[in-house]
């Protein structure tokens, strides 16, 4: 092989190499800020969206965003994390012009539970009020973690 055939296939190979360190280092999922933190997929909360649930599509989003809020307070990275609707915990009592509508989410992989409330006339486009709050200590499922209950 020839001086120059080898010169010619180093440089070659320097520029591909270059472009994809480039490429790679540049690049970002379109989910993540420059921190690796996923922004706008957050905390996904599996069943919420059950169609015996009186949560109005803005409700769920509230909740899903309320626990995310709580866990990031708490240092907990919630990137690709899932939370379920824990079996027969949904209860819902009404009033003569109040529907409350009550249920636990576990978070499997935080090792925490949050008790939900919302309350207000039933109606999805109607004055609601949403509450993230602490379990009891029979609804735990993971054990004690500081916990303080708040209104979203």
Not at 2 to 28: D, E, P, Q
Not at 41 to 56: A, E, H, M, R, T
Not at 95 to 115: E, F, G, S
């Amino acid at each position: 092989m020839s001086r120059n055939k080898i010169i010619i296939i180093a440089v070659a190979s320097v520029l591909i190499f270059g472009v994809i360190g480039a490429l790679t280092m540049f690049h970002s999922s379109p989910h993540e800020d420059s921190t690796g933190e996923v922004t706008s997929v957050p905390l996904k909360i599996n069943g919420l969206d059950n169609q015996n649930y009186v949560f109005s599509s803005d409700t769920q989003k509230a909740i899903v965003l309320g626990i995310d809020q709580y866990l990031k307070a708490d240092n907990i990275k919630t990137n690709g994390m899932e939370g379920i609707v824990r079996k027969d915990s949904y209860t819902k009592t009404d009033t003569d012009d109040t529907t409350i509508a009550t249920l636990l989410i576990d978070i499997p992989a935080a090792k925490r539970t949050y008790k939900v409330s919302s309350s207000g006339s039933g109606d999805p486009d109607g004055d609601n009020r949403l509450l993230i709050l602490c379990p009891t200590p029979e609804e735990l499922k993971y054990g004690k973690f500081d916990c303080k209950d708040d209104t979203l």
